[in-house]
């Protein structure tokens, strides 16, 4: 079945109210508020952590390569530069975002950053 249109004249069970105009144009200054940022701070925290570790590793297979650390540990050199990569680089790139979000940059938000909620 169809629902019922409600005809012109007869009341609606619909409740509106109307919005004071502040221009003739019809609209209000407060649709074009933006609300302050929101900052994702445990994505932050992750990516300085990714950062931190991957910059640790990096150098740490790096000394394994180079043979500064003993040779003996060389079988793990080449898992701990790839892993130490997979971790720098969402890292620094996030951390590069939050760093131009901060300073205001153009064109950089801290809506860029995703969020884990």
Known sequence: MMPKRSVVGQPSSAKYHKLTRTGGDGYIDLQFERPPPKIP???????????????????V????????????????TWPVLILGALMFI??????????????????????DIPEFE
Do not use: C, M, N
Request: no cysteine; hydrophobic share 40%; aromatic share 20%.
């Open 90 to 111: 969402p890292g620094a790139y996030h951390v590069r975002l939050a760093y131009y979000a901060y300073k205001g940059y153009a064109g950089y938000s801290y809506e």
């Open 41 to 59: 701070y445990k994505a932050i925290l992750l990516a300085t952590g990714l950062f931190v570790a991957g910059s640790v590793l990096i150098v």
């Open 61 to 76: 297979g790096a000394l394994l390569l180079s043979g500064y650390i003993s040779p003996q540990y060389s079988d793990r």
